[in-house]
């Protein structure tokens, strides 16, 4: 059973920062797309950010775009995701997710709040 795992979650307050991480291990890292979701309380999970197996394609949610940077290192099987200027409105439980052909994994989830 392959199971992703998150880190960096927590407290922050309005306009700060936070690096999510994301390890991957038991899979074969380089083959997969990597994305980050989130869910918000009484939200649909919505996809924030993903990036393809090489890094040469990324892509955000407009929410999002301009405060958050995915970027993944193979080496390591990790996947970041950098949030900057966090906003309440991205208080959210973050998941990472790796996708290849039929194949599909997830996190557990780590839990953001922004709040003052």
């Known amino acids: 059973q392959v199971q992703l795992v998150e880190s960096g979650g927590g407290l922050v307050q309005p306009g700060g920062s936070l690096r999510l991480s994301c390890a991957a291990p038991?899979?074969?890292?380089?083959?997969?797309?990597m994305n980050w979701y989130r869910q918000a309380p009484r939200k649909e999970r919505e996809l924030v950010a993903g990036?393809?197996?090489?890094?040469?394609?990324?892509n955000y949610a407009d929410s999002v775009k301009g405060r958050f940077t995915i970027s993944r290192d193979n080496d390591k099987s990790m996947v970041y995701l950098q949030m900057n200027s966090l906003k309440p409105e991205d208080t959210a439980v973050y998941y990472c997710?790796?996708?290849?052909?039929?194949?599909?994994?997830w996190g557990k989830g780590t839990l953001v709040t922004v709040s003052s």
């Open positions: 038991g899979i074969t890292f380089s083959w997969y797309t």
């Open positions: 990036i393809t197996s090489a890094g040469n394609r990324i």
């Open positions: 997710n790796a996708q290849w052909g039929s194949l599909d994994y």
